[in-house]
């Protein structure tokens, strides 16, 4: 299979039950925001230096294959046709614990803290950011043309485990924060 098609020329693009719209549909916009997420992730990666960091967001990027493949089904019926596909309640669990078991070892926030610190810490601070974009999208598609509930939640779940992401990263690169 080739990469390219040439079926995009148009400024049109095919959603998941081939239907074809607009390249700057909000939905596509959607879709894309969440890839940015995930490259974000991949730079991220490919820093090392925390073997359980790196599997954890492993699966936040294979997540967001999944929560792409939501917002590219109108009809959402993905999920149910490919269950790697499907965002669950466990996946936001899963943010959670990690969120929890995290929090656990930094010190308790009582002030903002500037974005930046080590190289990792402030490639996640942006992450973060990107992420946050991605929500504040598909939070406007929800309330245009609907989207499942745990598709917001799963975003605005990571956004909050890429802050203590960022926040551990300092920690261990031993950058002290900067706050406001």
């Known amino acids: 299979m080739k990469i390219y098609t040439r079926a995009g020329d148009q400024g049109e693009t095919g959603l998941v039950g081939g239907s074809r719209v607009g390249k700057d549909t909000l939905r596509v916009e959607c879709y894309g925001e969440v890839d940015e997420v995930n490259a974000c992730l991949g730079v991220v990666r490919s820093q090392g230096g925390d073997a359980a960091r790196d599997v954890l967001l492993a699966q936040v990027q294979k997540d967001l294959f999944a929560v792409g493949a939501q917002l590219a089904d109108p ?95 300092n920690r261990k690169a031993g950058v002290a924060e900067d706050t406001w």
Request: contains cysteine.
């Open 75 to 169: 009809r959402a019926r993905v999920g149910e046709r490919k269950p790697k596909a499907a965002v669950t309640e466990a996946h936001v669990r899963r943010l959670e614990q990690a969120i929890d078991d995290r929090e656990e070892t930094l010190p308790a926030l009582k002030v903002f803290i500037l974005p930046g610190g080590a190289p990792t810490g402030a490639l996640l601070h942006l992450a973060r950011t990107v992420c946050r974009r991605a929500e504040r999208r598909v939070v406007a598609l929800a309330r245009h043309e609907g989207v499942d509930p745990l598709v917001v939640a799963y975003l605005n779940r990571l956004s909050d485990l890429l802050f203590v992401l960022a926040r551990e990263a």
